[in-house]
Every structure is written in C-alpha cells, then in structure tokens.
C-alpha cells in the first residue's frame, strides 16, 4: 500500500516557495492550492510535472548502474479514504537531466493506493512489472522495450531479481530481461528473511526448531550451505548483504511479544568470520533501544552497512570495516531514507495528508554518509 503524500514545493524549486505561484506572481492562497490539488488527480490524462508538483516528495527511488535515476510519485484524496488519484514517474540521466516521464490517472479504494506496479532496477535501465504481458523495459536513454518471458525454469545467479507473490517463486534475469519460473531458491517456510546479493549468493536467518538458536546462513548455487549461530541466543528478524558484507540486526525478547534491537552481527570475509557489535561510542543505539516496531539494514556497494528503524536517526558504519558508526545529519524531518549504490537518498513529506507543504519537502542526497545533503534534482547532479 503506498500512502498519500501532500502537495509541497516543486522539486525544482527552493522551499521557501509555494508549490506554484499565482500570475500576479504571489503566492498561491490555501483554498487555490486545494483547487488545483483536485484538478490534477480528477484529470483523467494528468501531467507528469503537475503531478510531481502537487505531490512536493517522491514515494520510491531507484538507480541503475549508470547513474540514471528513476524516482516515483503519487497524489491521492486528501479528504477521505477513497477518491481519485494519481501516479508519475520520471527518469533522469546521470547529469540530473529529465530523460522520459509518464503520468495516469489512479483512484485509492479504503485507503489502498492502486499500485500501478512494481519497478526493478537493472544494471542498464529498470524493469516495470506489473505483469509481464504488460511490463516493459526502460533503458537509460527512456526508450521502452518489450520484457520476455520464458517456460524454462532458471538457477539464481549473479544479477537476478527474485520475484515472489502468489506463492510462486520467478526470476528477472537482468542481464536478458527476462522472467522465469525460479529453481533451485532455497525455501523459506524455516527462514525468517531471505536476501540475494548481486553474486546469487543465498543469505538467511533460519528459525530455531525447539531450543535451538537462530542461525544465519549462506548458500551458493550447487554449494553446501554455512552457517553460524546467532550469538547469546538473541533473535534475527532481518539480513542484507552485498559482496562479502552481510549483517543482521540481533533483537532481545523482552516481555511476550516485544524485542529489543541490541546490535550486530556482521561479516566482511563472506561468512568466514563474524563479529559482534553491541551498543558503545561506535555504534551509538541509544536512540533504538527503545522498543522500536521496526528495525532495517541495508549494505551499500561499497561495503558499509546502513541501519534505521522507526523515528531513531539512521546510523551508517564510516567505512566497510563497519567497526564504528556515525549519526546521519538530517537536513529535514525525512520519513524515510535508504541507500542506492554509495549514495543516500531521504524523502522529507507530511506525517498526514494536507494540501500544504512542510519544509524542506522533497528528494534529498548524500554522498558521504550523511553528513551533507544536496536536494535532488540540482545543480550538483551527475
């Protein structure tokens, strides 16, 4: 379910504006701002860039390998759970330029957005799949071609997308833009979470059989699978790895039905060895010790592991020995942030609904760790 986003700025523009001006060059009161909010998702045929502009923030973000980028939108009805909406995307080029944009109109029914479909990254462009009859492939230079499809069951590998839903298990091969059934996925009816890295290489957390710990595993196609348990028999709900890297957020029960995230388990030498990270001036938890619903890691290309959760600021390890960590500096309230590559990207929007705009609304990024932040798209671009 995608939530609804208020209207804000332009992405072009500096927040200190509204997100458009009257002719007379003031800006645009409230009950115009509303007006044309309305307009734009009861529009049938709506434009991309009247779309971006009463949305002010993106809801996704994803980067090929290039550098290109491809950021989404949407807008929906502000005044009750079900309504016209609308959705955007638009693809820049590595220099921060618009390369193709597409736009429709939506609807949101019991407060659900209606998904027009999943986008992927691929090393040369993105992949929308909403079906494959329907999917296409975007290329870097914006044109669209067709997505095959294949009865041939294949083996992951290095690159390939794993495409779960219906209980059914299917991979995009990115090399060929292709989708097939998937063999040889190891199954996750005994794994709390299951992350592939770039390699094909299988990662897992698998749960405990009666007073077993919780052991995380790794697995290369036609390989025996390693493993390691987690360390004083705390719990593992989450796994991300690229390269060699991989990390697991480790949580304490407490009470029946709660944790408490109280560390790391990471290795660097691809599950050779692991090392435990607990709370300490190199890996400030503070703020997430306190009982946090929600706890993600992710591993940038580089090595370094990146962790937030609920409203605690975001952490990043200083370099891919992830042997200390530093608070990102936020340069709004952003309401979410995640990595692409070596770059950070956070979304500043409205906790609610609401026509108007907060400060700083918008796509922000960083490219060193979170210490300085540069609105994107801007004149850094590139």
């Not at 870097?140 to 083996?155: F, I, N, P, Q, W």
């Not at 091969?173 to 063999?183: C, G, I, L």
């Amino acid at each position: 379910m995608l939530r609804r986003t208020a209207p804000a700025v332009t992405l072009v523009m500096a927040s200190l504006l509204t997100p458009a001006l009257a002719s007379c060059g003031l800006p645009e009161s409230a009950a115009d701002r509303e007006t044309r909010y309305n307009k734009v998702i009861e529009d049938e045929t709506p434009h991309a860039q009247d779309v971006i502009d009463i949305a002010g923030a993106p809801y996704e973000v994803l980067r090929s390998d290039d550098g290109s980028t491809l950021v989404r939108y949407n807008a929906t009805y502000v005044e009750d759970d079900e309504g016209p909406a609308a959705n955007a995307w638009r693809l820049y080029g590595p220099d921060g330029d618009v390369v193709a944009e597409h736009a429709e109109h939506m609807d949101v029914v019991e407060g659900e957005f209606e998904d027009p479909g999943p986008f992927y990254a691929v090393p040369d462009g993105f992949v929308f799949l909403p079906s494959v009859k329907d999917g296409f492939f975007l290329d870097v230079r914006g044109e669209r071609h067709a997505v095959k499809s294949s009865d041939k069951r294949l083996t992951f590998g290095r690159g390939d997308v794993l495409l779960s839903s219906g209980g059914k298990d299917r991979l995009l091969r990115t090399s060929t833009h292709t989708v097939a059934p998937a063999a040889g996925v190891p199954k996750t009816r005994d794994l709390t979470f299951t992350d592939f890295d770039e390699r094909g290489v299988a990662w897992g957390v698998r749960q405990p059989e009666g007073s077993e710990p919780y052991r995380v595993t790794r697995r290369e196609d036609g390989g025996p699978e390693r493993s390691r348990d987690l360390p004083d028999r705390l719990l593992g709900e989450d796994i991300a790895a690229h390269g060699g890297t991989a990390a697991v957020p480790l949580e304490k029960p407490i009470g029946m039905d709660d944790t408490l995230f109280t560390g790391l388990f990471v290795t660097t030498d691809d599950g050779k060895s692991w090392r435990t990270l607990r709370n300490s001036d190199q890996l400030p938890l503070d703020e997430f010790k306190k009982g946090l619903s929600y706890i993600e890691v992710q591993v940038l290309d580089d090595g370094r592991v990146f962790i937030q959760g609920d409203d605690a600021t975001p952490l990043i390890a200083d370099s891919p020995a992830n042997r200390s960590f530093h608070k990102i500096t936020e340069p709004a309230h952003l309401r979410s942030v995640f990595a692409r590559g070596n770059t950070l990207y956070g979304i500043a929007d409205s906790d609610a609904p609401s026509y108007d705009h907060v400060d700083g609304e918008g796509l922000w990024r960083s490219r060193d760790g979170g210490r300085d932040w540069s609105r994107f798209p801007g004149e850094d671009s590139g």
